[in-house]
């Protein structure tokens, strides 16, 4: 028998590869128009949001028109002298970060022996945090704010700051944890037979590693933090204290509502989450599959 040429072979993959079959144009088309209708679903509270905020309060036209009378900015201006949303949105920001960065590195020390040292007290361990995932904030508000009342911790940026990194510490390290177990562990032996200690194996190492699992946990603590209300209602009652969502809750009354402003608060709080979701979209996706491929 003759032996097949290289060039018979490729042109053989080839007329496989080209007879291949696609998929049915019904079923392309049915996935695309899903696609879209995800996509506008998306958009549609965003859209009628922009509305509400350029339409004066007098404007009684449906929500999904445009403003064709003109675009109204003083709701921008009420949302911010008479809402004080740039205070808030100040607040927002000095509790966010604080809470942010002490779930990274607290989840992350945290996770480092869960991961690496699977006993039955870390399983456990690990057990618990999960558990304490799926508790509602709500369900200790009682107790929660008669603790914060007796230690004076209400109206504070650090008391808020603390009960917010309890409320995201879980999730976070349950993220790190699923996220390391999928690193090597030869690098951190590599780096133990060179002298290392096991601190500076996990900040030299192990840290620089954690970029995209860390982009996702920012991503989720600042949006869950940022957009908190039903904590913060009661943490930061006064109006000086006031972070974003309790602020936008004051345009509305039993007797009347100021949707336009709202709106318009709305829309200037969206922004710094915004930007903060562009720039790490990319480790934010690597984040959310960590661990999957392991």
Known sequence: MSAMSPASVVTGDARRTASAPRSPWPARLAIGAGVLLAVLLQLLPFYITVTSAMKARSDLS???????????????????????????????????????????????????????????????????????????????????????????????????????TATQLPLAIFLYTAFMRGLPISIEEAASVDGANAVQVLFRVVVPMLKPVTATVVILTSVNVWND??????????????????????????????????AAASLLSALPVLIVYLVLQKYFIKGMVAGSEK
């Not at 943490?235 to 509305?252: Q, W």
């Open 62 to 164: 449906s929500q999904w028109l445009p403003p064709f009378s003109g675009i109204h900015w003083q709701n921008f201006a009420t949302a911010i002298e008479q809402g004080g949303i740039l205070r808030a949105i100040g607040n927002s920001a000095i509790v966010t970060l604080g809470a942010t960065v002490l779930v990274c590195v607290l989840g992350a020390l945290a996770a480092y022996p869960l991961a690496r040292r699977p006993t039955i007290g870390n399983k456990l361990v690990l057990a618990g945090v999960v558990g304490l995932i799926m508790i509602p904030p709500l369900s200790i508000l009682v107790p929660l704010y008669s603790m914060m009342s007796q230690w004076h911790a209400n109206n504070t940026y650090g008391g808020t700051i603390l009960v917010m």
């Open 229 to 262: 209300y039903a904590l913060s209602v009661y943490l930061m009652r006064s109006p000086e204290m006031r972070t974003i969502a309790p602020a936008t809750a004051t345009f509305f009354s039993t007797t009347s509502s100021d949707v336009g402003a709202a």
